[in-house]
T-cell receptor
Framework: GNSVTQMEGPVTLSEEAFLTINCTYT??????LFWYVQYPGEGLQLLLK?????DKGSNKGFEATYRKETTSFHLEKGSVQVSDSAVYFC????????????FGKGTMLLVSP | DAGVIQSPRHEVTEMGQEVTLRCKPI?????LFWYRQTMMRGLELLIY????????DSGMPEDRFSAKMPNASFSTLKIQPSEPRDSAVYFC?????????????FGSGTQLSVL
């Protein structure tokens, strides 16, 4: 079946540090890949996505590249801010019919001033 | 532009009581999802509707859980009887179409505590 594995959190960084949150997946075929972000007390919201191999999704300074050879979709940001503190979820969705998102367990990011 | 609206935001109840969670999806969206979030299991899909019809309810944990979508603008998730292990945050989400690239819009969730 489909599955998503994320690095355990929390990830604790100082403001302006470089961020990497690892994500690997298992799926048949070539799924679409997503990063969602959940701010405290809120629901998840889409951060970025990539729909095919070598695509790079980007938004708000965050980037992730769809790597088919390593089945990975690592999230990166060059300089984090305190406002980036949240839980980040990697997810996949098969490109077929009525398919739904499979989420990783989430990685909490804490950024201190 | 209102997003997905869930109610109540918080629910505290005693074991054995019936709990009903409500969701109003974004107008025009034809897919609706119920998720449960816990520390141990992360985010789990419970059930998925398309055009008000349940498409996949394989994630519903047991017969105590039921979900309905009587029309395009309203859905309920009911737990009867509730148990302490049902304590979690329950999210409703909606999207415009059932496809690989569509974006899910989540509500703010219902924090359920069963004592």
């Amino acid at each position: 079946g489909n599955s998503v594995t994320q690095m355990e959190g929390p990830v604790t960084l100082s403001e302006e540090a470089f961020l990497t949150i690892n994500c690997t997946y298992t799926a048949t075929g070539y799924p679409s890949l997503f990063w969602y972000v959940q701010y405290p007390g809120e629901g998840l919201q889409l951060l970025l996505k990539a729909t095919k191999a070598d695509d790079k999704g980007s938004n708000k300074g965050f980037e992730a590249t769809y790597r088919k050879e390593t089945t990975s979709f690592h999230l990166e940001k060059g300089s984090v801010q305190v406002s980036d503190s949240a839980v980040y979820f990697c997810a996949l969705r098969p490109n077929s019919g009525y398919s739904t998102l499979t989420f990783g367990k989430g990685t909490m990011l804490l950024v201190s001033p | 532009d209102a997003g997905v609206i869930q109610s109540p935001r918080h629910e505290v109840t005693e074991m054995g009581q019936e709990v009903t969670l409500r969701c109003k999806p974004i107008s025009g969206h034809n897919s609706l999802f119920w998720y449960r979030q816990t520390m141990m299991r992360g985010l789990e899909l419970l059930i998925y509707f398309n055009n008000n019809v349940p498409i996949d309810d394989s994630g519903m944990p047991e017969d105590r859980f039921s979900a309905k979508m009587p029309n395009a603008s309203f859905s309920t998730l009911k737990i009867q009887p509730s148990e302490p292990r049902d304590s979690a945050v329950y999210f409703c989400a909606s999207s415009l179409m059932a496809g690989a690239n569509e974006k899910l819009f989540f509500g703010s969730g219902t924090q359920l505590s069963v004592l």
